[in-house]
């Protein structure tokens, strides 16, 4: 992928809707609106007029040229130097922003593609906003927006031309994932079991001498270590105490996936939030350490994508202000949540973290308190920010309001 076109789309901050979410919303369509024009094969100021056309396309006057600019701008109270001609309103964004509304029949068949081109970014935004309201996964509601025929054909085919060799690079990134220890997953499980001994634990953890040598080095490490050097893992399990081995295991299993420089951010964020993610589920009478594995692994499926070749079109659209999840739709068809939980499965985890993982963006959908703390720790520049979204994971978690414990990336 080379150069996105949206990189050259004009600021024009002046107009810009002063509503934050507003503006967000004109930021993203104008990068729609003009990724699909290039990828239509019009001309670079062409895909720049379309794209300055999403950027004004909630200007409220009407905004025909220099004079009326001008006096939008004075009204607005900007100093004289904002009239500078890199401010005003090109006539021809204006002309598709006129003819999208039918305020103006268009002076050649490209400018009714233009306004058209627009309409379909604007329809696409719009529903990606509208999914706190939806009751399909987010995969299946915009491919419902692109199989409906409101969108441009061509819109349609240049957001979908990707997506299969995209999806298969991801698919091919997770499966070549490394496997959960079997041993780990069996020392979790006896780990909550109140019915389950420390000797137990101890048994399973012995089959994996990597993760019983870690647990003895735990014991050992300055934090912890005591005045004699314990060597047996039971003198360990001793020392450290079930709930901190069993998190330590966790964290011990999960980080040999993570195991390249650049997927150390993705790392440190994933400690955050299961660090965060137990201490919101023990304040709310949840399982804590279940809550911590969950929190470990919610972005598994973010290790796939980052791994995969489809890595730089998801930043390149993250980079033009597009949250992850709306970046990895638009560049694979899926999302880090259903390949993330699928990855899961195969390691056999409970269901009740595959369901959170899959749900830790769209927790209005399911009664699992689980995907609400993951939602609750989670990044908020991964989602479009959703009040109606928060709500519902506030009442899933029976608070008022969310609590903000958010592992930044
Ligand atoms: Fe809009
Ligand atoms: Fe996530
Ligand atoms: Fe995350």
Redesign the pocket.
């Given at each position: 992928m080379t150069r996105h076109p949206a990189r050259e789309i004009q600021s024009f901050e002046a107009f810009l809707p002063r509503e934050p979410g507003l503006a967000a919303h004109v930021r993203r369509v104008a990068a729609l609106a003009a990724f699909v024009a290039s990828r239509s094969g019009f001309s670079a100021p062409e895909v720049q007029a379309v794209g300055n056309s999403g950027l004004l396309h909630h200007l409220q006057a009407e905004v025909t040229g220099v004079p009326m600019a001008a006096r939008l701008l004075a009204d607005l109270g900007f100093p004289p130097q904002s009239f500078e001609s890199s401010k005003v309103v090109p006539p021809d964004a204006a002309e598709i922003v006129a003819v999208w509304r039918g305020k103006r029949k268009p002076s050649s068949p490209h400018a009714a593609e233009f306004a058209a081109i627009l309409d379909s970014a604007n329809l696409f935004d719009e529903q990606m906003e509208n999914l706190p309201y939806e009751d399909e996964s987010t995969a299946e509601s915009v491919n419902q927006l692109l199989d409906s025929g409101m969108l441009m054909p061509s819109f349609v085919r240049t957001i979908r031309s990707s997506w299969v060799v995209a999806r298969r690079n991801v698919d091919t990134a997770a499966n070549a994932l490394p496997v959960f220890p079997k041993a780990a997953m069996e020392a979790l499980r006896l780990a909550r079991d109140p019915d389950a001994g420390r000797r137990e634990i101890e048994r399973a953890l012995g089959k994996d001498p990597v993760l019983a040598g870690e647990i003895v080095m735990l014991a050992n490490s300055g934090a912890l270590g005591g005045s004699a050097a314990v060597n047996s893992l039971s003198g360990a399990l001793m020392r450290v105490g079930t709930i901190a081995a069993a998190n330590h295991i966790a964290a011990a299993a999960v980080r040999t996936c993570f195991a390249s420089v650049k997927l150390h951010d993705l790392w440190e964020h994933s400690l955050q939030a299961a660090e965060n993610a137990g201490a919101l589920a023990g304040d709310s009478n949840s399982d804590a350490g279940e809550a911590y594995l969950a929190g470990l692994v919610?972005?598994i499926g973010?290790l796939a994508f980052e791994l995969s070749d489809a890595a730089l079109g998801v930043r390149q659209w993250e980079e033009l202000g597009f949250p992850t999840i709306y970046a990895e739709m638009l560049s694979t068809g899926a999302d880090?949540?259903e390949l993330g939980a699928d990855v899961l499965e195969r390691w056999s985890f409970p269901e009740s973290i595959v369901e959170a993982v899959r749900f830790?963006?769209r927790p209005e959908l399911v009664t699992s308190k689980l995907a609400a703390v993951l939602y609750a720790v989670?990044d908020t520049n991964?989602s479009l920010p959703s009040l109606a979204r928060d709500h519902a994971a506030a009442s899933r978690l029976e608070v008022e309001e969310l609590p903000r414990a958010r592992a930044a990336v």
């Open positions: 919610h972005d973010r880090h949540t830790h963006h989670e991964e």
